[in-house]
């Protein structure tokens, strides 16, 4: 892509690459406008602004993440395939820690995946620690542990989709591909003013991209849907590229800390700005937690259970085994995994379900999150 200072912006010059693709995007099937249009780089100089104004925002007020301070493509994956439907917060910690265990893609192809799943413990969704252990055999076996450098190539590796290949393409390579998450998805949205299909999305973000920054202005996008294009209460006094978009303070109520909440706001193809109800189901369980001479009982999850296979957790009690009084509780949990919502009731007792594991063991297996939680209530660990 040439400069873009460079071109003439008279009627009789064809428009930049970039700047037909905007244009592009905004008409092309699947594009369905608003009632109004925004002011969405439209000539080369706008979309030049655009970029400086975001990447200076993003230097100036990005948060300091430890991903962020390395090109390392393994440390970028690993932080890209925890941070999948998981907040920040709950990622920084788990991140340090699995790469003590695991700091190179050797050593995290040569471990078993018990192993890994018992660092993995208390994220969540561990079929992503599975495809983590497969891709890292696969690099070994065929790519002699190095990374595929392209976007097109890492779709190749099990568990990497188009968003983590942009990515890692994008942050350790420079490969001047854009990525769409839900955050960059939200920004698209806001800034056109138009409810985008997914291929348009993807359109907008190719061209908008800053290609001599391609990792930094992907990180960019996503640091500002993430912490200031928010779904409900977007912070657009903050904004670095509120002059671009639709969604102009004007169109909002404005609160308090400077939040803006959205006027009758319907819902938008994508849930990108308000979030679909779901209908959530109930569920009440009752464990035993037997600890006794340093162990405690722990029983294993089949390995074709559909949910949590090969796990281990806390044992069950039977339907008509389980204590009625309330004196016999010890505590009461609530646990959500996706849709279902647990009441977990913890009875301290005696079972011969189970295997016991000695304390001092306990973080070689992989716990499930609910067992996790309640150990630690116990300190047990």
């Not at 009752?286 to 281990?312: A, D, E, H, T, Y």
Request: proline share 8%; with cysteine.
């Amino acid at each position: 892509m040439r400069p873009a200072g460079n071109w003439r912006t008279d009627v009789a010059s064809p428009a930049p690459p970039a700047i037909a693709e905007l244009r592009s995007a905004w008409t092309g099937e699947g594009a369905r406008p608003h009632t109004s249009r925004g002011a969405c780089p439209s000539t080369s100089g706008d979309l030049g602004r655009f970029r400086r104004a975001l990447l200076r925002w993003y230097d100036q007020h990005r948060r300091e993440l430890p991903w962020r301070k390395t090109r390392d493509p393994y440390r970028i994956w690993l932080s890209e395939i925890m941070l999948q439907q998981t907040r920040v917060a709950a990622v920084v910690e788990h991140y340090r820690i699995f790469l003590k265990r695991f700091p190179n893609v050797q050593a995290l192809a040569a471990a078993t995946e018990d192993a890994v799943l018992a660092a993995w413990s208390g994220l969540g969704y561990y079929r992503r620690a599975r495809m983590l252990c497969q891709s890292a055999r696969e690099l070994v076996r065929m790519h002699g542990g190095r990374f595929p450098q392209t976007a097109e190539a890492l779709q190749a590796l099990p568990g990497i989709g188009r968003y983590t290949a942009a990515a890692i393409a994008s942050i350790a390579f420079a490969e001047p591909v854009a990525v769409v998450d839900v955050n960059v998805e939200r920004v698209l949205q806001r800034l056109t003013g138009i409810d985008l299909a997914t291929p348009q999305t993807w359109q907008h973000a190719r061209a908008l991209l800053a290609t001599s920054r391609p990792g930094d202005f992907n990180q960019a996008m996503m640091e500002l849907g993430a912490t200031v294009c928010l779904p409900r209460q977007p912070r657009c006094p903050s904004c670095p590229v509120r002059k671009w978009c639709v969604n102009q303070p004007s169109n909002f109520n404005q609160g308090a800390n400077g939040t803006i909440t959205m006027e009758g706001s319907a819902p938008q193809p994508g849930g990108t700005l308000t979030q679909p109800s779901s209908r959530r189901v109930k569920k009440e369980i009752w464990c035993v937690l037997n600890q006794r001479n340093g162990s405690i009982r722990l029983v294993q999850r089949p390995r074709k259970s559909q949910l949590m296979p090969g796990m281990w957790e806390l044992p069950q009690l039977p339907q008509k085994r389980r204590p009625t009084p309330v004196r016999v509780v010890w505590r009461t949990f609530r646990h959500s995994i996706t849709v279902t919502d647990y009441t977990v009731h913890v009875h301290r007792g005696r079972t011969a379900r189970g295997q016991r594991i000695p304390v001092a063991d306990i973080s070689r297996f992989p716990l499930t999150g609910l067992t996790r939680k309640i150990l630690k209530a116990a300190s047990v660990i």
